[in-house]
């Protein structure tokens, strides 16, 4: 028999392969060149994908964000060849820490037992970077011509830790004796196996430095033994990052023998930083070479990792394997392979001979660097390969401007500089290149203590031309006596787009996404670890004003997404230095899901080096339609469900600003509804100074929606007008009166609140009504426009009350000589109502196109003689303002809602609805204001009279949105009906109208138990009758168990979990055309 100790990746394949005759053919294969140990990797990997819902949650994910990356990686790479000219491809350094785990008798360091010396372990780390840097023994040449793949500079170095985790030096070497060292890996010790107890002896921050541990002999388990001593090493995945197992076991004999021995870790750190085998097909599949195999496009389809008999003639003539023949499969732009091509033996994470290795392809070099640079970033921002203690080191910890692009052509570069060393630095000499030019240094004097950063500003530099750049900094001289101690953190590189074609400097701009999928030019999206999800969609929006694109975040189709995770769309620079006042205006739609989100609005006013906060809308706040959409994707379905938001930009007027729009995953994103935007404005403004001759000067300044209005009357008040920038549907929403006087700011009212009681006989009038309450510019439109025309003559009486408090309005009986506007409330003279019938030529203030010209009555101001009755009251730091409108027709101000026996609603109610949702009724409501409320009590009908069921609390006092939600966990088979009962603070109460929810349990399907252990079950209600099917999914959407069977109603049909690990799943269950979809839990 020729299988030895020393031939264990022969067992391995004799356990995988059966007969005598294929171990002869393995034995006649080994004679011809020494071939390796196997790796353990795959094998762990699937016990802990198999066995750990959090390990195959993060392994998935993982996945999932580096195919986005990576597929924008391959479509930016053809088109964009600037991007080798301009890149910042730097070499990337991990330090590494190295664990000789050598048995108890081998006390003395001897490279012939399993205390390695210090010589040996530094030749390892010499054989790991010439790999990797490709050169030397290692350099790889051209394969496949047609293809144009090469052997490449994966532009990563190793460098054994120089600092230890508590800051003392180190040589990156630490021995442990340890009977450990003969490793049973997964024999069970302590709450783990033998691989954590051997860890647990000796580890070192996984999150600053690689873990390597070297060990006499790597076996599976005793029970197997000597079979199962197959393995020469194993690495864990990136999704391990950070956890006390994670990183490289590694059979000491193997470690820097010779350059082929090396190439058994050289595979474990690939695994390390995301390489699979590039055997990693069980059936050759190559529809979509980012996703099938080894997840790079350039590694040709292999099979079961085949054994070559010969690598010793040239190449490509002489290849003697082809396990698969699908290389051509995938015809997208990924694939470089057009032809049917032989298996690549040469390469790093295959398993042909050792002497046959010494490639990494470009595919795989972009997989691991985006790895590092992303999930193990923390690597890079480690100080464990700086010596400490050193009298003299400064380091450039980053580049904070520019960050991706500049604003200007007169460029201020800026570093954030770290001193490590133990002397203050109070000089710094900085050279400056832009585009491999040398340009001025910048010469820093200042004190920097050790162990403090600080950021730095250099000469101001001149972009020659619109494109990409690239911007390197590079410390030449430190306190006057040249470079430090340490070089390798004196450089930092970054590239940079210069776009002046993009920046926006004349306002209105809005960005309506009818034109194109696409983003315009200087707008981007930004993930900082992954592809954006946010997409153009195209299509019915079910609302006017939204057309047929919008923006949207693609998180209902994406489900691997990590908690906290962000997504955003970053405007270009918007140039307000021509403007006095500006502001932002954007739809949003939104209907909550499984996993929240919350959106946050931020603008920078330095280039984007740092960003404020101007809105931040969480996950109940974000929602713009009521309820929870579970079973399938959502759009919006009318007008109500998209809501505009408004935000000042005053405070920025006079400068370059950039916009964020980020949105934030607050859960895991799985099966997080779709969050659409759309027409995102940007106005600006400048004051026009008119003289205050009444409405019709006021009108005619309107013009076209174009700039704010302002005139300035006889007391030297200045009248600033603001309207929309849109043609509004109504006066109300045309023009707001905000006072200054000498240039300073006498008022700036808030939204104002509003009650209406139509008195009607015994009950209340349903009126046709417009609200017009928005924020605009920090001013806001208060109208509301009635429509009580089409009622029956004489009009009835309407008695309107206002709720206002001391921050709305000046005192109420305040009158100051001013010309209010028909249809509008003057900020100053307080409260003014106006009957508004007929036609006014200007667009402006159009109500009824076709009609005459509009006719203004005043019918009450505040403070003046009025033909109205009107009240007030203070109510402890709130006021009421009633009148009475006697008789009238064509329209009045007011707000909706509904009187009930002369009764108002205390609070404005916007919606309240009621959704089933599985075995539970969700109901929603919000409320514009509240006065006085204490609490919300939820009522159901029972037997013709109303009980309660729950409350809820109020916010006593508010004049913002506020949205609240009540779940009903025992809802009646068929008709439910709700009411909200509004209590105030002295216990009075009113009644809001009642809704109605059918419940029917699923709509016919049970599914239970859920969570569960072995199996569950679907059972349909009585009366359903059809073909059943139905599927579960894991997150990632693939398939895992279905079942398709003809049912009745009351029968249950079992489905078995079988294999199928603990997680969470999707459940779609399909009967007569509906569909239903929910969580699915397994233990």
């Not at 203590?449 to 494109?467: H, K, R």
Request: with cysteine; aromatic share 10%.
């Amino acid at each position: 028999m020729c299988l030895s100790p020393t031939q264990p990746f022969m067992v391995y394949l004799y356990r995988l392969l059966s007969g005598t005759a294929m171990l002869s053919i393995v034995c006649s294969l080994y004679a011809q060149a020494p071939a390796p140990d196997a790796c353990g990797t795959d094998v762990l990997h699937q016990q802990m994908y198999n066995h750990d819902a959090e390990y195959q949650r993060t392994f998935d994910q993982m996945n999932e964000r580096l195919y986005r990356q990576l597929l924008q990686h391959q479509r930016q790479a053809p088109s964009s060849p600037q991007r080798n000219n301009n890149s910042c491809d730097q070499v990337l350094q991990i330090p590494v820490v190295v664990h000789i785990m050598h048995l108890p008798g081998d006390q003395t360091p001897d490279d012939q037992t399993s205390n390695l010396t210090d010589a040996r372990v530094q030749a390892g780390i010499a054989h790991l970077n010439d790999a990797f840097r490709n050169r030397g023994p290692y350099a790889g040449g051209p394969y496949y011509t047609d293809a144009g793949i090469s052997s490449v500079d994966v532009e990563i170095e190793f460098v054994l830790a120089r600092r230890a985790p508590d800051g003392s030096p180190t040589n990156g070497i630490v021995r442990v004796p340890t009977a450990y060292s003969n490793l049973f890996k997964d024999d069970p010790c302590g709450n783990g196996t033998e691989d954590g107890c051997m860890k647990a002896l000796s580890i070192w921050d996984p999150t600053r430095y690689m873990n390597v541990w070297l060990v006499n002999e790597i076996c599976e388990t005793r029970a197997d033994n000597p079979g199962s001593c197959w393995i020469g090493g194993y690495a864990f995945y990136a999704n391990s990052h950070g956890q006390p197992y994670d990183g490289i076991v590694n059979e000491a004999r193997f470690w820097g023998a010779s350059p082929d021995d090396s190439k058994l870790h050289i595979h474990e750190v690939g695994h390390y930083l995301n390489l699979f085998h590039t055997f990693r097909n069980e059936d050759c599949a190559n529809d979509n070479c980012l996703l099938d195999g080894d997840r790079v496009c350039d590694t040709p389809p292999d099979l079961n990792g085949t054994i070559y008999t010969s690598c010793n003639s040239p190449v490509p003539a002489n290849r003697t394997s082809n396990s698969c023949s699908t290389d051509a499969n995938d015809s997208s732009p990924n694939n470089p392979f057009s032809t049917d091509v032989q298996d690549m033996y040469e390469n790093y994470m295959d398993y042909g001979f050792w002497v046959c290795q010494n490639t990494f392809t470009p595919g795989q070099k972009a997989r691991m660097r985006a790895s590092l640079q992303g999930i193990r970033g923390s690597l890079l921002q480690s100080d464990g390969a700086i010596p400490p203690n050193s009298a003299l080191d400064v380091g450039i910890e980053r580049i904070s401007m520019p960050d991706g692009f500049a604003c200007s052509s007169a460029m201020t570069p800026v570093l954030e500089v770290k001193n490590y060393g133990t002397n203050t630095i109070n000089s710094l000499v900085i050279g400056q290149e832009l585009n491999g030019n040398l340009l001025s240094s910048y010469n820093w004097a200042g004190s920097l203590a050790p162990g403090q950063s600080s950021n730095i500003a250099l000469n101001t530099i001149n972009i020659p031309f619109e494109g990409t750049h690239t911007f390197k900094a590079i410390i030449l001289d430190a306190n006057g006596i040249g470079k430090d101690s340490y070089s390798l953190n004196d450089e930092s590189c970054d590239v940079f787009d210069y776009a002046p074609s993009a920046i926006l400097n004349t306002l209105p701009y809005c960005l309506d996404f009818e034109g194109s999928a696409n983003l315009p030019a200087g707008w981007k999206k930004e993930n900082a670890r992954a592809a954006s999800l946010w997409k153009s969609y195209e299509g019915p929006l079910a609302c006017a004003d939204a057309g047929q694109r919008a923006f949207y975040l693609d998180t209902w189709e994406n489900s691997a997404i990590e908690f906290g995770s962000e997504d955003a769309i970053v405007s270009s620079v918007i140039d307000l230095s021509n403007y006095s006042s500006a502001e932002l205006r954007f739809d949003r739609a939104y209907k909550r899901a499984f996993a929240p989100l919350a959106l946050t609005v931020e603008v920078s006013a330095d280039c984007g080096a740092s960003f404020q906060q101007l809105l931040h809308l969480d996950e109940l706040s974000l929602a713009t339609a009521p309820g929870f959409a579970y079973s399938g994707l959502w759009i919006p379905g009318s007008c109500d469900e998209w809501q505009q938001e408004n935000i000042n930009l005053n405070d920025y007027v006079g400068s370059s600003i950039i916009l964020r729009f980020k949105a934030t995953y607050t859960q895991s994103a799985a099966f997080s509804q779709r969050l659409y935007l759309d027409n995102l404005c940007i106005d600006g403004f400048s004051d026009v100074v008119l003289p205050c001759t009444g409405p019709s000067a006021i009108a005619s300044a309107v013009g076209e929606y174009v700039a704010d209005t302002a005139c300035l009357d006889g007391a030297g008040w200045t009248h600033y007008w603001k309207r929309a920038a849109t043609p509004p549907a109504t006066p109300a929403d045309v023009l707001l009166l905000s006072i200054k006087q000498d240039g300073v700011m006498q008022l700036e009212p808030s939204q104002v609140r509003v009650g209406i009681t139509p008195a009607h006989g015994n009950g209340g009038h349903d009126l046709s009504a417009a609200p017009y309450v928005s924020r605009q510019d920090g001013w806001y439109v208060m109208g509301r426009y009635y429509d009580v025309s089409p009622t029956v003559q004489p009009a009835e009486a309407v008695s309107v009350r206002f709720y206002y408090d001391d921050t709305d309005f000046q005192d109420v009986q305040q009158a100051v000589a001013a010309s209010p506007v028909p249809g509008t409330l003057d900020s100053h003279t307080a409260l003014v109502f106006y009957k508004i019938s007929g036609h006014n030529p200007n667009p402006a203030l159009d109500q009824h196109a076709g009609v005459m010209p509009a006719q203004f009555t005043e019918l009450f101001h505040a403070g003046t003689p009025s033909p109205t009755a009107w009240t007030y009251q203070s109510l402890g730091g709130y006021h009421q303002a009633e009148f009475q409108v006697l008789s009238f027709s064509g329209g009045g101000g007011g707000s909706n809602g509904r009187g009930d026996g002369g009764t108002v609603f205390p609070v404005e109610l916007l919606h309240f609805e009621g959704v089933a949702a599985q075995e539970q009724i969700q109901l929603s409501w919000s409320t514009a204001w509240e006065l006085n409320n204490d609490r919300f009590v939820v009522q159901r009908q029972a037997n013709g009279a109303f009980i309660s069921i729950g409350e809820v609390k109020g916010k006593q006092n508010s004049r913002e949105l506020s949205r609240y939600e009540f779940t009903d966990d025992a809802p009646l088979l068929g008709s439910n009906i709700y009411r909200l009962k509004q209590v105030d603070l002295n216990g009075s109460f009113s009644y809001s109208p009642a809704i109605e929810v059918v419940f029917s349990r699923n709509k016919g399907v049970y599914l239970f138990p859920n969570p569960s252990k072995q199996q569950f079950s679907v059972q349909l209600e009585a009366g359903e009758a059809g073909e059943l099917d139905i599927r579960v999914l894991s997150m990632r959407g693939k398939e895992v168990l279905r079942k398709q069977v003809h049912a009745s109603g009351g029968a249950a049909i079992s489905l078995e979990w079988g294999s199928i690990p603990a997680g969470v799943y999707v459940y779609e269950i399909q009967l007569n055309g509906r569909m239903y979809r929910g969580k699915l839990i397994r233990h």
